[in-house]
């Protein structure tokens, strides 16, 4: 059995390859590398593609890595959209720690329904949003800077929101957020339906055109008659939306709200994920479902890692080697490289 589902799912993935690589799709590149480490973990880590069905739950360490995976790909969804607009968004880890620190204060201290925790979280991820959509869209701040004071002061917020405690709580529903499964864990279930609603509005409308107007051009796309200014700010408030979700997953996954290490550096990752897939940081057209491969890419490769017992003080070395060298097959320069090769052979 678990050998037909090796087979299966190589199948699949050879399948993707060749069909990426026959449409010269972006995604190829990431997908390459995810099964580099994959085959990699056939090979030298036996109980990689060990899967155990268990009171109506998978488990395993595939599992794992979709599971823990879902954070940094929902974050990547709103980086994504900010970063094809030309911009840059720093402070959604910190978001992130807001967003869980009021959901567990809600829920544990003042005694508030689950919804209303969670909705309130939420409406807190849209403000700093907004808040980051002011300052760049309006007062025309650089990116950069204008989220770096969210960064810095975010946890600050964290903390007062939490009294500067570690604030534990058990509601079901909250708890299921992170640790729930539907056959499969429910992160990862809640990042495909996010995925699916942004791919279907940034795609199967006009949104995306825009944001990669804005993005590409920004001059060109006023004097078209685009409101980039109201673009720019609407993709800064469904990064923050984003975050708090995300804040939601990982305060869930712990069962406590800790201001100091939720979402901490993930807003490193998220960018990693969506330059992995192929989003060029200058703006311009973007990758959602590449950004989310990237994200997948850099849990498989930590739990590599972590499987193989490399220190977590050296881990960041072959991590950025692999980032690299993605992220030069992926570049121009190389490519007609390639292509050059390809003929002359």
Known sequence: MRIAIIALFWLVMLGLLYHTRKTRNVVFWPLLALACLLFFNLLFTPQF?????????LYGVPIDILNHSSKVAILSLGMTLVIACGGIDLSVGAVMAIAGAMMAMMSKEMGYSPWACIAAALALGIIAGMWNGFLVAIMGIPPMVATLILMVAGRGVAQLITNGQIIIFNDPILTFIGNGFIAIPFPFILMLIM???????????????MVESVGDNEVAARRAGLNSRLIKYLVYVFAGFCAAVAGLVMTSNIRSADANNIGLNLELDAIMSVVIGGTAMTGGRFY???SVVGAILIQTLTTTMYAKDVSPVVAPVPKALVILAVCLLQSDRVKRYLASRQEAA
């Open 288 to 290: 959602l479902a590449s």
């Open 195 to 209: 995925f699916a609603l942004t791919y279907s509005f940034t795609r199967g409308t006009a949104v995306g055109y």
């Open 49 to 57: 593609y060990q899967l155990d069905w268990w009171e109506g739950h």
